[in-house]
Structure formats: structure tokens, C-alpha cells
């Protein structure tokens, strides 16, 4: 092997690990997590999404702020505000990463749609989600599922398994997030440039509909078999968390997004 590639798996691999546990889950502080552990059981993770409270506020427990591991830029920042007449939580993403996590512990067949309405305020024109170097997103909602980890491809598995031992925080082990993209056409689904156990998938595209109110509604476990289903040998999975984030740290863009009505629905 050439220095070259030497040198950029070398790159890849800490990359990669930080993509895998970009949505770690709670777990308690200092308590360092097996690398086979299973995720959180029913017993320790709520059932159903907290409302986000009055205008002014922040979200309330159990949503969290989750970043990279020992992530020293910027984090996104959110707030929940009352835009045309109703409560919403404002995304701010400037040259940041960063995710509001809600985490869950929801059984196969127990779950079925999510709901919101976004907006865009600022698009991120720059993003470009085939590249390592345009890997950012206006704004997104992520599923999180709990696939069995010896049903992850090898390389990947061997990644999540270093995740996990390195952190405090539970990593997952697919997920899938609906994005509102600057260029790519609606439909259009594809794997994170730095890790396949993040799938984008395009909802809205371009800048037609900035400022304006869009409705959204997804079948979780229909998405996770399109998205997952080879891995699962199509058996269906829990679903462990849902996330509403937005980051710019890779094309340092300034971008404002609106998520509302967030709804899941059995």
C-alpha cells in the first residue's frame, strides 16, 4: 500500500468513528459502555416524544444537545420561539455541528408514522452530501433504530464496536435522516459520505420554497426496510430515538431553519 493511501485510511477511520457516534445516546455520565452492549431497554427510555414547551424555553429532559466525540467547533443552536403563530424550535447552524436528541425505546410494530412541518430560512447553498467536504444539512430529522450488531456489515460492525468502547453514550447502529437538500432531486436516498450507517433521505430540494411552511409525513418502519431491510433480512427493529439537527462546520456556511407539529404516531 502507497503512503498516500496509508495516510488517508488513516484519515478515515477517526472520521468514520466520529460519523458513527454523531448520535450517541444518553447512558449514565462516566459509566464506559461495552462494545456489544444493546441499547437502552423500555424500562430505562421513554415511550413516546416530550412536546417542546412555551416560546423562550428550551427543550426539556429528555432532549439533549449531542455532538462528535470531544467536539471542540461550534455547536448548532436551538431554541424553541413562536414563528407564524406557532411553537417551533429554530435551528442555527454557523460553521456548527450539532443534533437535538430525543431518546426512545419503541418495539418493532409499536410505532409506525412521524409528522412535522419545516421551514427554511437560510438555505445552505454550498452543501453537497455526495462529499466528505460538502457533508452538511440545512436542516434534518433522523430516525434512529436498534439493527442487531451482528447483522452490520464486518467493517462497519468492527467501527461501531471502537465507537462504542470509546464512549459514554450508546451509538447506534442505523439511521436514517430526512434532509432538505440545496441541489439533489426529492427521492433521492444515499449513505453518508462518511459512514453507510447514516442514510439521507431527500424530502425537499432547493430554495423554491424558502420562508414557506411544508408538510412532511413518513412511515418509519416502511423507510427502515427500503434503507436497512437487506441487513435485517427484513425483519423489523425498535426504534431508539428520533433527532431534529442541522450543521455547517464542513462548508462554514451560515444556515436558519423552523421544525413544528413534530409528531410520532403508533
Not at 143 to 151: G, N, V
Request: proline content about 8%; some cysteine.
Amino acid at each position: 500500500m502507497t503512503p498516500i493511501r496509508t495516510a488517508a485510511r488513516r484519515l478515515a477511520v477517526p472520521a468514520a468513528l466520529a460519523a458513527a457516534a454523531a448520535f450517541a445516546l444518553v447512558s449514565p455520565p462516566g459509566t464506559a459502555q461495552a462494545a456489544d452492549e444493546a441499547a437502552p431497554d423500555a424500562g430505562s427510555s421513554p415511550t413516546r416524544l416530550t412536546p417542546w414547551p412555551a416560546s423562550g424555553a428550551s427543550a426539556p429532559a429528555p432532549w439533549r444537545i449531542s455532538g462528535l466525540p470531544r467536539q471542540k467547533k461550534p455547536f448548532t443552536a436551538f431554541s424553541v420561539v413562536s414563528i407564524d403563530g406557532r411553537r417551533a424550535l429554530r435551528i442555527d447552524a454557523d460553521n456548527s455541528y450539532g443534533n437535538l436528541l430525543h431518546p426512545l425505546r419503541i418495539e418493532p410494530g409499536k410505532y409506525k408514522t412521524l409528522s412535522w412541518r419545516w421551514q427554511i430560512e437560510r438555505l445552505n447553498e454550498a452543501a453537497d452530501l455526495n462529499e466528505r467536504t460538502g457533508d452538511d444539512t440545512t436542516v434534518k430529522l433522523c430516525a434512529l433504530f436498534d439493527l442487531p450488531l451482528e447483522k452490520v456489515p464486518f467493517v462497519e460492525r468492527q467501527t461501531l464496536r471502537v465507537a462504542r468502547s470509546r464512549s459514554d453514550d450508546f451509538v447506534p447502529t442505523a439511521t436514517i435522516c430526512y434532509v432538505w437538500d440545496n441541489r439533489l432531486p426529492v427521492g433521492t436516498s444515499l449513505p453518508s459520505p462518511f459512514t453507510g450507517r447514516l442514510r439521507y433521505v431527500v424530502l425537499q430540494s432547493g430554495s423554491s420554497r424558502v420562508g414557506q411552511w411544508v408538510s412532511e409525513r413518513r412511515d418509519l418502519a416502511a423507510d427502515f426496510q427500503r434503507q436497512f431491510g437487506k441487513e435485517s433480512g427484513g425483519e423489523p427493529v425498535a426504534l431508539i430515538g428520533i433527532a431534529v439537527g442541522a450543521d455547517s462546520d464542513n462548508t462554514r456556511e451560515h444556515t436558519v431553519a423552523h421544525v413544528a407539529d413534530l409528531v410520532l404516531e403508533p
